[in-house]
């Protein structure tokens, strides 16, 4: 029978405070939310991407050359090690798109004779395979497709190393290389932009001039081979065809950005929840401490009755669990929707065959573990208090308190302050430990509301440093080979140009106190004005000679300061390596890049005063003839726009990082309304009677609702600054936790934001201190 007493006894208790029990539960509903998302998206692109690259065998290594004999394929294929080689051509050039105002980026890519021995296999969604004896049909990438408004059976025409080519589409695919297709100066998606087409090696070799040859080759190794040595018997063999440094599929760049994307994925999951946590459990703490001491009696006369000390205090801890639980499972179901709504998100841009949400039970059971542990152990404290109530003292009233003049009375000794206020500032002084709970609890929320708002000042401060002050440029355009000053100076005469600029972009390997980095060196002009490095506090770090101005975060990766030096090895044309100075930093914060002077660079590649590329200045108004010129311009294999490239970002500012932010507010929305709400709702159980006194002796109910609101409201206001150092601290680190070597994030907190966030946490403070209050009988 005892059991049965005590199980209604909790269920009673459950119910006259489920109001404070709900508030409590969504607080761990919240926490574990986060895990399950977190864990069920990453587990659904895990599998997506296991999956897919099983299905079209995705390489191990990747190398390019400038024009390799197929006979070399042997070569490779006899690597210790290397189980399938599959030798490519690609070639790049502009194409016409309808539709379109700037012509799109063409990716021409070789489809192997025997399909059975493809690796990067692309699976077909629609249509069918180009026929092999034909040299006019192609399969095209079905994110372009779909962005461009391109339908089977269209005809595209691209500008290929110099020749005008035209293919039927036949068919979309999608392809474990393009998976994510980033614009070439920007990581964010141009899908539009990013024409990739595939059709049978004889129509490509025709189109790029390449019989007989190839430029690209993918390998696939077996299990335990050494890939460091693979990779040096692979840049031997291709190094007299013009090769560059051959890389393993870690540093391919579209597996990479994923990768960064499940870390941090990881990190979600594993830096929030504990927060929920952490004030759950005060929360618990709070609120069964309150019932041991109204149930001084109650405690007694169940040790009278015979029930023992752990029967006794046991209900406590039950309580505790109980709330764990409900917010766990409230968790487990909020967690799967935001999950669903987050692979959602991703497949508009991770475009898989397959990418279905897999919820993770395992997450879920952990999670609902350490819940029901952290709210257990938030109630240990009162539990061991109602152990060690005897019968006959628990049965007794509580001793008075002892009233004394405080601190705080002989700070407003001398104010002239009302009975009320007093009140609230005696009371503030009673429960000092109470006090600063809530007050860590409510400044929790404010930080996560400053922390999330954060996101956007950052992405504009990214914005506006990578697109506006750094490179100044309205468009930029690439050459299929390094060309001479005089293809720079044909730019000039085309439509609407106002400015340009030559630049030498090449890859480049850094290697520095037995570290390595591979990224890219742009040769810029000495008195450039179109593309600048830009150090702390925006300072021009202009590189001079053949010093090098590095990125600050990749010199911080070779721990490099200015003054020191840096051996560095050119990756394409005719290489060339040095060991030369660090003369400057720069802050970018899209990619890690590092300067040099063009001329210098073109020196050290042994090559002559060439550019890879131009940076122009054109008139908004002219873009159209200019691009229609471009088209006509056999050498010119790529196109970028600023223009373009930020509304990219803004798109996904508008999306991605806003349906997150919706997430992370309502959570800092929980954890301060479930601190006020309780806080409230405690003090009105502890100052009923006094409420009832200030009643009968005369007192409006306004002013009991002020005696009642007054300590949150105090509160709430000491929580404002130490949530403002908290959300400040909490931005650098997010910086340190979300920060990638393409894109880095500068804690950066606007004022209006600050504002926005402290005006949302006040709202909310004071919505659940009206909801308080009307429980108050007045």
Not at 22 to 51: H, K, N, P, W, Y
Not at 475 to 502: H, I, M, Q, W
Not at 637 to 663: E, H, K, P, Q, Y
Not at 757 to 776: E, P
Request: charged share 20%.
């Amino acid at each position: 029978m005892k059991p049965r007493a005590l199980d209604r006894k909790l269920v009673r208790d459950l119910w006259r405070m489920r109001w404070q029990v709900l508030a409590i539960a969504l607080l761990i509903a919240c926490g574990v939310s986060v895990a399950v998302m977190a864990f069920s998206a990453q587990r659904a692109l895990e599998q997506a991407q296991t999956d897919f690259y099983r299905e079209t065998r995705f390489a191990d290594v990747f190398a390019l050359a400038k024009r390799a004999p197929l006979a070399r394929e042997r070569d490779l294929a006899a690597i210790e090690g290397v189980t399938a080689v599959d030798a490519r051509i690609i070639q790049s050039g502009l194409m016409d798109v309808p539709g379109l105002t700037r012509p799109a980026i063409a990716r021409l890519i070789s489809l192997p004779d025997d399909p059975s021995r493809c690796l990067n296999c692309v699976r077909l969604t629609a249509g069918r395979a180009p026929d092999p004896s034909r040299t006019d049909e192609a399969v095209a990438l079905k994110t372009f497709m779909d962005a461009a408004g391109v339908r089977l059976g269209d005809q595209l025409t691209a500008t290929i190393g110099g020749r005008a080519v035209s293919f039927v589409i036949v068919g979309a695919v999608l392809s474990p290389e393009y998976v994510y297709v980033p614009a070439p100066e920007s990581f964010m998606p141009d899908d539009a932009h990013q024409g990739v087409l595939w059709a049978p090696r004889r129509a490509v070799e025709r189109a790029a001039g390449m019989t007989g040859a190839f430029n690209a080759v993918a390998l696939a190794l077996a299990p335990g081979a050494s890939r460091p040595a693979v990779l040096r018997e692979v840049d031997r063999v291709l190094a007299p065809y013009g090769g560059r440094a051959a890389y393993e599929r870690a540093d391919q760049a579209l597996h990479a950005f994923l990768a960064a994307e499940l870390k941090e994925l990881s990190i979600s999951a594993s830096v929030l929840p504990p927060v929920f946590l952490i004030v759950a459990a005060a929360l618990v703490h709070l609120v069964v401490s309150r019932m041991v001491d109204a149930e001084r009696e109650q405690i007694g006369l169940l040790k009278a009755f015979g029930y023992s000390d752990r029967e006794a205090a046991a209900n406590y801890v039950r309580m505790a669990a109980a709330i764990g639980a409900a917010g766990a499972l409230g968790g487990g179901a909020i967690g799967g929707g935001l999950g669903a709504a987050i692979v959602d998100l991703y497949r508009d841009y991770f475009r898989f065959p397959e990418l279905q949400l897999r919820f993770s039970w395992p997450a879920l059971a952990s999670a609902a573990a350490v819940s029901v542990a952290a709210a257990m152990a938030g109630s240990l404290a009162a539990a061991r208090r109602a152990t060690a109530l005897s019968p006959a003292a628990a049965m007794q009233p509580p001793r008075p308190a002892s009233f004394r003049r405080g601190f705080l009375d002989d700070l407003f000794r001398e104010a002239r302050i009302d009975h009320a206020t007093r009140m609230i500032v005696r009371n503030l002084e009673r429960f000092p430990v109470r006090g600063a709970l809530t007050t860590l609890g409510l400044a929790a929320g404010l930080v996560l509301l400053i922390g999330s708002l954060f996101l956007f000042d950052s992405l504009d401060r990214v914005v506006e440093r990578s697109y506006f002050r750094t490179q100044r440029w309205s468009d930029s355009v690439s050459f299929v080979e390094p060309r001479n000053n005089a293809a720079v100076d044909a730019l000039a005469k085309l439509p609407g140009v106002f400015a340009v600029e030559p630049v030498r972009v090449a890859a480049v390997r850094l290697k520095s106190g037995g570290r390595q980095e591979m990224t890219r060196i742009v040769g810029l002009e000495p008195d450039a004005m179109l593309h600048r490095a830009l150090g702390p506090g925006d300072r021009v770090a202009s590189p001079a000679g053949r010093g090098l101005v590095l990125d600050e975060a990749l010199a911080a990766r070779l721990s490099l300061r200015p003054g020191d030096r840096v051996w560095t090895e050119i990756l394409e044309g005719r290489g060339g390596q040095a060991l030369l100075p660090v003369t400057g930093l720069a802050r970018d914060y899209s990619g890690a890049t590092v300067y040099m002077d063009r001329r210098a660079l073109n020196r050290l590649m042994g090559e002559g005063d060439v550019a890879s590329g131009a940076e122009l200045l054109v008139a908004s108004d002219a873009h159209k003839a200019f691009y229609r010129a471009i088209e006509a311009t056999p050498q010119i294999v790529g196109a970028s726009s600023r223009d373009d490239a930020v509304a990219a970002w803004r798109a996904v500012m508008a999306r991605s990082f806003s349906t997150a932010i919706l997430f992370y507010l309502g959570f800092a929305g929980a954890i301060a309304f479930g601190v006020a709400y309780n806080m409230c709702r405690i003090s009105l159980a502890e100052r009923a009677r006094d409420l009832a006194t200030l009643r009968v002796l005369g007192f409006a109910p306004a002013t009991c609702a002020y005696v009642l609101l007054g300590e949150l409201a105090v509160l709430a206001l000491l929580a404002v600054p130490l949530g403002v150092l908290g959300g400040y601290g909490l931005s650098h680190g997010l910086v340190a936790a979300y920060s990638r070597e393409d894109v880095r994030f500068p804690a950066v907190i606007a004022a209006d934001s600050y504002g926005l966030a402290i005006g949302v946490y006040l709202a909310i403070v004071a919505v659940a201190g009206g909801l308080a209050a009307a429980h108050m009988e007045v």
